[in-house]
């Protein structure tokens, strides 16, 4: 009896699983089969599979739609926010998390207090400051502000989880006459690692799609970023829906395969072992 | 090898009122293996992790080999530290651990590669050269913070708790392992415990510390048989000191202790050094080991026996530890009696104390009186 149950159980959970996996990837399977077809065949049945497999369409993307020029644009502007927010911030958290000082809660708070406001509010003001420094239209001035964006989160997830950290690991590196720069290196970063891994991801994914204060903060064609770029393909009254499709697949490879590196560090147990 | 002196070597905490460490003045020999206990949040973690130069000295000045300390950085102390929660670097295998230390130091390859090898074959970890932290069982995680205390070669050793997560049988044969390594190693050792079988069985000598203060200092054995006060009384022995407020007064004999109608001639005390207490309110100190139980036909030849009620048996084995009502006195009492003690609950028994080795505090100071 209790057999037949557990089997119930258990059919009843992959039932609901199907359900949510359906759910979830659906979407993301059409649009991948949308970029292997053309914008005509998509008119006369958008859900089905391709009778032909239209590869083709990733090259012209690539080359002729300047797709290479806005996917490398990406890249440089995402490595390089999310590289900076990394060190910048997994810097600040060693240090709230390590040492005791007066108002040592108080800036963590504030930094953090920064997430209630929605990032729209600083749009008009922080517009007015890269054209005054003459960073508008720019890569850098861009990069500035996914940095900034991403700050609070990083330096909160981080603090959280560098501040369980066991202190003696860090009395121990004392004793061995490491300094705190070099704990800093030897010990958070690596040990951090899951939580760093975490932070990498969500801030790629988060930069890679921004497309808000890209909009209004790139006016230049050739330093678009990816989903810039695939917007170009929304024309006043035709709307390229193979293309678009085509375009999203090339901006989400870049985000699975960063998931497929760190996603494996975030769930490794790193401090397994470290006390106890 | 080294000497190490606290001289009046306080800490406060930034925002505290209270001293953690109050004043502490304490010469540690060389080669000598010392053991700081008492319980928990005393101070004895702070006083060693102020000799090591992770907390700074708030007042006073910490010497090793004469030279002044309180302002030298940890690092260049010459001092190892094995942790409570033994501190092994997670991300690095138990050779890489042994080796960190020295990577900083600058010591050669070759000789960090010889070193390790020599420590883990010392401790018994070659096998496990490769493997990281987490896949060792507790014991070897033990050795490798000891090891990565030994591959470095430090004038001082300092051991904080670092028994206190194993298991223990694992505890007594580590107790013994640390011990074994001391003799080979000859070093200067300083060990923090609230543990006082620890205490009693790893230190040459004890330092035990309340509230901040050392109460009282000295090999094992003297500090269990003359405790200086009756926090040490009741910290060190298990079960503790029985401490009883009685009366003393002049008898033929000399003196006695009197409570309820119990009177007990302290016939080994030196009637001189307690004229100012007569009279007066002391507290009386019975190791429940001193002890013994009177059969009922043997009453009569034991004048200084005395009824209690059996409240709790506490059959151990290798003993009976009874624990007792007695008329008079606030406190239970406890009996440390034969194995073959056939006492029952809600008994009344005989018992009688060796007067012999009985204690005496004064009830203000809780200082131990000098009375023999």
Same mark, same amino acid.
């Given at each position: 009896?209790?057999?037949?149950? #557990? ?82 911030? $997994? ?17 963590? +708070? ?42 609070? !989160? ?6 959280? +989880? ?7 690991? %860090?009395?121990?590196?004392?004793? &061995? ?5 070099? $704990?800093?290196?030897? !010990? ?24 808000? +204060? ?25 709307? &390229? ?36 | ?50 000799? /090591? ?60 590669? #010889? ?13 496990? !050269? ?12 033990? #050795?490798?913070? !000891? ?43 300083? %060990? ?12 040459? #000598? ?83 080991? &001193? ?16 009824? /209690? ?25 406890? /009996? ?37």
């Amino acid at each position: 009896m209790s057999l037949i149950l #557990r089997n119930w159980k258990r059919a009843l959970l992959m039932i609901i699983l199907s359900g949510y996996t359906a759910f979830a990837a659906g979407p993301f399977i059409w649009v991948s089969m949308m970029s292997l077809r053309t914008t005509p065949e998509i008119s006369d049945n958008p859900y089905t599979f391709p009778e032909a497999f239209h590869w083709e369409k990733y090259a012209v993307a690539w080359s002729e739609s300047d797709y290479s020029v806005y996917f490398w644009n990406s890249v440089m502007v995402t490595t390089i926010a999310v590289l900076a927010v990394t060190i910048i911030a $997994s810097m600040t958290a060693h240090c709230l998390a390590r040492f005791r000082f007066p108002g040592n809660r108080l800036i963590l +708070f504030m930094i953090f207090s920064t997430l209630i406001f929605p990032p729209q509010i600083v749009m008009i003001s922080l517009f007015q400051v890269l054209v005054n420094y003459g960073l508008f239209d720019t890569h850098l001035g861009l990069i500035l502000v996914y940095i900034a964006l991403q700050m609070p !989160l990083t330096v909160f997830i981080l603090e959280g +989880f560098f501040s369980r950290l066991p202190q003696d690991l %860090y009395d121990a590196a004392k004793m &061995d006459g490491y300094s705190n720069f070099e $704990s800093y290196w030897r !010990l958070t970063l690596p040990i951090g690692l899951p939580a760093i891994a975490t932070t990498v991801i969500l801030n790629f994914i988060h930069i890679w799609n921004e497309f808000l +204060f890209a909009v209004v903060l790139i006016a230049s064609d050739e330093k678009r970023t990816l989903p810039l770029g695939i917007q170009k393909f929304y024309g006043d009254r035709l709307e &390229d829906v193979g293309m678009i499709a085509t375009g999203v697949m090339i901006s989400v490879i870049p985000v699975i395969l960063i998931y497929i590196f760190f996603s494996e560090k975030m769930i490794q147990g790193m401090t397994a072992g470290a006390v106890k | 090898m080294a000497v190490v002196k606290l001289e009046n070597v306080s800490k406060r905490y930034p925002g505290s009122q209270e001293l953690a460490v109050d004043a502490i003045n304490l010469e540690i020999a060389d080669g000598e293996f010392l053991v700081l206990l008492g319980p928990s949040g005393c101070g004895k973690s702070t006083a060693l992790r102020m000799i /090591a130069g992770l907390e700074s000295i708030t007042r006073g000045t910490l010497y090793i080999d004469g030279q002044a300390m309180n302002h030298i950085p940890a690092k260049d102390r010459d001092i190892a530290m094995v942790f409570q929660s033994y501190a092994l670097y997670p991300h690095m295998n138990v050779a890489n651990n042994l080796a960190f230390g020295l990577r900083r130091r600058k010591v050669p390859k070759d000789k960090i590669a #010889r070193r390790v090898e020599n420590v883990a074959g010392m401790l018994g970890l070659t096998p496990f !050269l490769g493997r990281k932290p987490h896949a060792l069982s507790g014991g070897q995680r033990q #050795r490798v913070a !000891l090891g990565r205390a030994i591959v470095r070669d430090p004038k001082v050793f300092l051991f904080d708790e670092p028994l206190s997560n194993l298991d223990a049988a694992l505890r007594v044969s580590t107790r013994n392992e640390l011990v074994k390594q001391h003799q080979r190693l000859g070093a200067t050792m300083i %060990y923090v415990t609230h543990d006082q079988v620890e205490a009693m069985t790893m230190g040459q #000598r004890i330092c035990i510390i309340n509230n901040g203060k050392l109460v009282q200092v000295g090999v094992p054995l003297q500090v269990y048989r003359e405790p200086a006060d009756t926090f040490v009384a009741k910290f060190l022995g298990n079960p503790p000191m029985n401490l009883i407020k009685v009366r003393l007064e002049a008898s033929a004999d000399g003196v006695a202790a009197r409570f309820g109608h119990h009177v007990l001639p302290l016939l080994a005390m030196d009637v001189a050094k307690l004229t100012a207490y007569i009279n007066q309110t002391v507290i009386l100190g019975i190791r429940p080991e &001193d002890f013994s139980e009177i059969g009922p036909q043997d009453r009569h030849q034991h004048p200084n026996g005395f009824t /209690a009620r059996v409240a709790a048996v506490e059959a151990l084995g290798a003993e009976t530890v009874l624990i007792t009502e007695i008329e008079a006195v606030d406190e239970v009492v406890r /009996a440390r009696l034969d194995r073959d003690s056939t006492a029952r609950l809600g008994d009344e028994i005989c018992i009688e104390a060796d007067v012999n080795r009985v204690h005496l505090f004064d009830p203000e100071s809780s200082r131990a009186i000098a009375c023999r």
